[in-house]
Each structure stands twice: as C-alpha cells, then as structure tokens.
C-alpha cells in the first residue's frame, strides 16, 4: 500500500507535521476514519482515495476553526492591483503558494524602484570596493578587449539587460557614442519605473542626445530577439554586433540562473556578446547583507518590505532572519511568520484565498555564490562559450565575457586583460 511520510503529507496539505501527527493519533484512537499504514512500529496515513476526502475535510475544518488570537486574515492594499497586472499577480500568488518565496523581481515598481535607484547612487558614491563601482572598473579597463571584440563590425548595439539605473555602464556607453560606432542603445527590463529612471539618466549624461530604447520584458522567461531582429537578420547585420550587458550581478538572483540564461542565449546572434559581473564567492561576500541606503533601517529596508507592505503584512507577522547557506551555496534573506496567515487575493478576475503558517520561511531574496570555475561552467551548460575573464583589482569580483557557442563560429581573440580561466 502507498502512504505519505509526514513531511510529505504536511507541504501537501500546507499543515503543519504536528498536525499530521494529531491525524494519526486520534485515528488509531478511532476518531477520525483515516486508513493508516505500519511498518515496523511506525504508522503514516495511506495514500488512497478515502484518505484523499477525509484530509480535505480536516483541513477546511481545521482553517474554519482556527484561533483568532494566532491567525490573521489579510488583504493586499489596493495599490497592489494597480501597481501589477493580471498575469503578474498570479505570478506572485504562485510563487508564494507553491515556492513560498516573493519573487525578487516585483520590488523594483514604483517606490521600490526609486529606493534602489538611491541604493545604487550610494554605492556609486561610496568609492571603490563595492559591486557596482567594482564593475565600472573592470569594464574600463576592459574597453581595449571590447573594441577588438567589437572591431570587425561597424556599428555597435548597447543592449542592457536587468537595467538598475545604467550607472555601470555609463564609461562603455559613452566609449562606444564617442567613436560615433553606437546605433541604438536598448534597455530591457520588467518594471517600468527602472526603465523610466535608466531613460532619464542617460538624457542627463548625454544631453539628451542618445535615444534610449525602452522595453518591457520578463528575462526569466520572455525572449527578446524580435526587438533586435532587423539588426541580426535584416540588411545591416554584418555590420552591426550586440553588446549585451547583464551587470551587477541580477543573474545570482534568479531561482533558477538557468532558465534565464538559455533565454538570453535564445534571443542572440551568434556574433552577439554577452558580458556580465558578479561577486566571487569570498569570506567577506558571504557575510554581505547591507542593501540600506541609511544606516538606521535595520535588518529590512524600504525595498526588502515593498511587496510585504503592499500584502499588507507587517513587522507583527514575521521575523528576520538572513544567513549563508555553505551547503546550497547561497546568501538567503527571509521572514519566519508568527502566526497563521490567510491571504485574501481578489483581483477582479480571480479571487483565492492563500494560505501561509506559524513557523514557515518565506524568502525576500537571495545571491547563488559561484567561483571562477562554477560560474563559467555555468555559462558553458546554458549553451556559451567563454571569451574573456577579468577580475577587479580588489579580487572580490568576476567579469565574464561569453558569445554562444556555435561550431560554424569562433573568435581567435583573447582578452589580454582578462585572467586566464581556471584550470
């Protein structure tokens, strides 16, 4: 006979294993009519259909009744439904259900967008050392390589992926309008705030004298050839080569850094670059936690809590906890709940109510930690093939320049500022 370990049956159920526990005891006392199964002298509910009635009973029954004083009903501000779409609201509704994670990239619309525009202006300002200066060095002093890369080629488009606000790649911008090589400069990103504040700069910096394409587009999952497919197939694509940049390291980011990859992948040309940066996997990037832009914020800041606030959970639900997982590799930032949630989900399209518990993880963020090595293996399996490899001087960061791989291509350059991959 099949049966459910409690664990099991627990993430099924969305219930805690206490609660199974209490399943089993009252049915080997004969009040509940759960078929149960043992071995040896342990016991665990069987997976058949008369089961599968009963634990939706008990568990309607068990939300019915539960205490007042340990749960809550909540429902989002109405600022939630403006601020995201139809698809993107089930989108978050999924992730939290079944991930139990609030995706990252929804804290970067409206006011989220504006603090980490100031969090990235501080860094800016801060010196060097930090990701985002550590990355305006590393493509400076890459801006040789990059000419010789791009050199067989008249014209240059500046593609930027995961926008920020652009300052990191100000210098190759204005490297590239200067030598009157640059065609287009396009900007892709999911919010709309980010891609605002990117345009707004980059009018600031040049005098308004370089367009900025804008697009919407969700990198996760969303291809983006047909925004540069006349450039890549029409008349001009032997004289025009993509730029890529994917800088300041969103891939790290991404649940799975795969599938955003072979969407990238799947969206270039073959003579098309792709450059991207990111912390190496150092004792001091792993103790990394600062994203405030004041000092006084504490463990969360405005942007940790954007989509928490637009939920309407507050402080009185959660704790803080952020740490370095050795095992898995990643820096995690999350809240543990104190009492049981019911969120009340009605978008005018669909309503759910999703329900969240006492003593769960939801995670707020996280950064994949990589080494030379992982990072271009990475790279590799998603269908690149290295081009470049540079370091910054401080040694904390990676800047890594690949093009797909493809056996009717191959560049006889190298990068005579990169460091040589690892072995």
Same mark, same amino acid.
Request: with cysteine; net charge neutral; proline share 3%.
């Given at each position: 006979?099949k049966?459910?370990?409690n664990?099991?049956?627990?993430?099924?159920?969305?219930?805690s294993e206490?609660?199974?526990?209490?399943?089993?005891d009252?049915?080997r006392q004969?009040?509940?009519?759960?078929?149960?199964?043992?071995?040896g =002298?342990?016991?665990f509910?069987?997976?058949?259909l008369?089961?599968?009635?009963q634990?939706?009973?008990?568990v309607?029954?068990? @939300?019915?009744?539960? +205490?007042?004083?340990?749960?809550?009903?909540?429902?989002p501000?109405? #600022?939630?439904y403006?601020t995201? *779409?139809h698809?993107?609201?089930?989108?978050?509704?999924?992730d939290?259900?079944?991930? @139990?994670?609030l995706a990252?990239?929804?804290?970067?619309? +409206?006011?989220?967008?504006?603090y980490?525009d100031?969090?990235?202006?501080?860094l800016?300002?801060?010196?060097?050392?930090?990701?985002l200066? +550590?990355? &305006?060095?590393?493509?400076?002093?890459?801006? !040789?390589?990059?000419?010789?890369?791009?050199?067989p080629?008249k014209?240059v488009?500046?593609?930027?992926?995961?926008?920020?606000?652009?300052?990191?790649?100000?210098?190759?911008? *204005?490297?590239f309008?200067?030598?009157?090589?640059?065609?287009? $400069?396009?900007?892709?990103?999911?919010s =709309?705030?980010?891609?605002?504040i990117?345009?707004?700069?980059m009018?600031d910096?040049?005098?308004?004298?370089?367009?900025? =394409?804008?697009?919407?587009?969700? &990198?996760?999952? /969303?291809?983006?050839?047909?925004?540069?497919? /006349?450039?890549?197939?029409? #008349?001009?694509? *032997?004289?025009?080569?993509?730029l890529?940049l994917?800088?300041?390291g !969103?891939?790290?980011?991404f649940?799975d !850094?795969?599938?955003?990859?072979?969407?990238?992948?799947?969206?270039?040309?073959?003579?098309d670059?792709?450059?991207?940066?990111?912390?190496?996997?150092t004792?001091?990037s792993?103790r990394f936690f600062? $994203?405030?832009?004041?000092a006084?914020?504490?463990?969360?800041?405005?942007?940790? @809590?954007?989509?928490?606030d637009l939920?309407?959970?507050d402080?009185?639900?959660?704790?803080?906890?952020? $740490?370095?997982?050795?095992?898995?590799?990643?820096?995690? /930032?999350q809240?543990r709940?104190?009492?049981?949630?019911t969120l #009340?989900?009605n978008?005018?399209?669909f309503?759910?109510?999703?329900?969240l518990f006492k003593?769960?993880?939801?995670l707020?963020?996280r950064?994949?930690?990589?080494?030379?090595?992982?990072?271009i293996?990475r790279f590799t399996?998603?269908?690149?093939?290295?081009?470049?490899?540079?370091?910054?001087k401080?040694?904390?960061?990676?800047?890594?320049?690949?093009?797909i791989?493809?056996?009717?291509?191959?560049?006889?350059i190298?990068n !005579?500022?990169?460091?040589p991959?690892? /072995?």
């Amino acid at each position: 006979m099949k049966y459910y370990k409690n664990a099991e049956l627990a993430k099924l159920y969305n219930v805690s294993e206490k609660s199974v526990r209490n399943w089993i005891d009252s049915a080997r006392q004969g009040k509940l009519s759960l078929d149960l199964y043992r071995t040896g =002298e342990r016991v665990f509910i069987a997976d058949n259909l008369h089961n599968s009635t009963q634990l939706a009973k008990l568990v309607e029954k068990g @939300r019915k009744y539960r +205490n007042q004083r340990s749960h809550k009903r909540l429902t989002p501000k109405r #600022e939630f439904y403006e601020t995201y *779409s139809h698809a993107q609201i089930l989108d978050i509704c999924h992730d939290l259900e079944i991930h @139990r994670e609030l995706a990252m990239k929804y804290r970067y619309f +409206n006011e989220g967008g504006i603090y980490w525009d100031k969090y990235l202006v501080k860094l800016s300002d801060a010196g060097p050392g930090n990701l985002l200066t +550590n990355t &305006i060095e590393a493509l400076d002093l890459s801006l !040789p390589y990059l000419d010789a890369l791009t050199q067989p080629f008249k014209y240059v488009n500046i593609v930027n992926i995961c926008v920020g606000n652009s300052a990191a790649l100000k210098k190759v911008v *204005s490297h590239f309008h200067s030598k009157k090589s640059l065609k287009r $400069f396009v900007a892709i990103d999911l919010s =709309e705030t980010m891609l605002d504040i990117t345009e707004k700069r980059m009018d600031d910096w040049f005098d308004s004298k370089l367009r900025t =394409e804008k697009y919407l587009r969700d &990198i996760g999952h /969303q291809r983006f050839q047909d925004i540069l497919g /006349q450039d890549t197939f029409g #008349e001009d694509a *032997s004289e025009t080569v993509n730029l890529v940049l994917f800088l300041v390291g !969103p891939i790290v980011n991404f649940r799975d !850094p795969n599938e955003a990859l072979r969407t990238i992948h799947d969206s270039l040309d073959k003579n098309d670059i792709l450059i991207t940066s990111l912390k190496r996997d150092t004792p001091e990037s792993r103790r990394f936690f600062d $994203f405030n832009v004041n000092a006084n914020e504490g463990l969360m800041n405005a942007h940790d @809590r954007y989509l928490l606030d637009l939920l309407n959970i507050d402080d009185s639900c959660f704790e803080v906890e952020q $740490f370095f997982d050795e095992k898995k590799l990643v820096r995690v /930032q999350q809240i543990r709940l104190k009492l049981d949630i019911t969120l #009340e989900i009605n978008s005018g399209r669909f309503s759910k109510d999703l329900h969240l518990f006492k003593g769960e993880p939801i995670l707020i963020w996280r950064s994949w930690h990589h080494s030379e090595s992982s990072i271009i293996d990475r790279f590799t399996r998603a269908g690149f093939k290295l081009e470049g490899f540079t370091k910054s001087k401080d040694n904390q960061l990676m800047l890594v320049a690949v093009k797909i791989d493809s056996d009717t291509h191959s560049s006889s350059i190298t990068n !005579p500022y990169a460091a040589p991959p690892p /072995q």
